[in-house]
């Protein structure tokens, strides 16, 4: 069973950069589209990042385009998300998810293995 794991989350403040990890295990990485989601407390997980299987594609939700970067590492099966000049609005719980696929997607409904989830805190 694929097996994903965050970790890079912590507090940073306005302005600050963070990168996040996401280590695959059980499976091969390179099969698979793998996106970044985030949850805020009271509001529903959106969508943010997603990278296709070779990296050829990305996605990035408006909010975050020119601030974020997602990038994969297919050997070390690692997929990251460097994220900076981060905002208070960025704080949240941050997923990452895979999808058999080589399509990227803003929705969650198409991923159906889920990382633990790694808070990120944005503030003064």
């Known amino acids: 069973q694929l097996q994903l794991v965050e970790s890079g989350g912590g507090l940073v403040q306005p302005g600050g950069s963070l990168r996040l990890s996401c280590v695959v295990s059980g499976f091969s990485l390179s099969p698979y589209a793998i996106g970044w989601f985030r949850q805020a407390p009271g509001k529903e997980r959106e969508g943010v990042s997603c990278?296709?299987?070779?990296?050829?594609?990305?996605y990035y939700v408006d909010s975050v385009k020119g601030r974020f970067t997602i990038s994969r590492d297919n050997a070390k099966k690692t997929v990251y998300l460097q994220m900076n000049r981060l905002k208070p609005e960025d704080t949240a719980v941050y997923y990452c998810?895979?999808?058999?696929?080589?399509?990227?997607?803003?929705?969650?409904?198409?991923?159906?293995?889920w990382g633990q989830g790694t808070q990120v805190t944005v503030s003064s």
């Open positions: 990278i296709t299987t070779g990296g050829s594609s990305t």
């Open positions: 998810a895979a999808r058999s696929s080589d399509y990227c997607s803003s929705s969650q409904t198409y991923f159906n293995s």
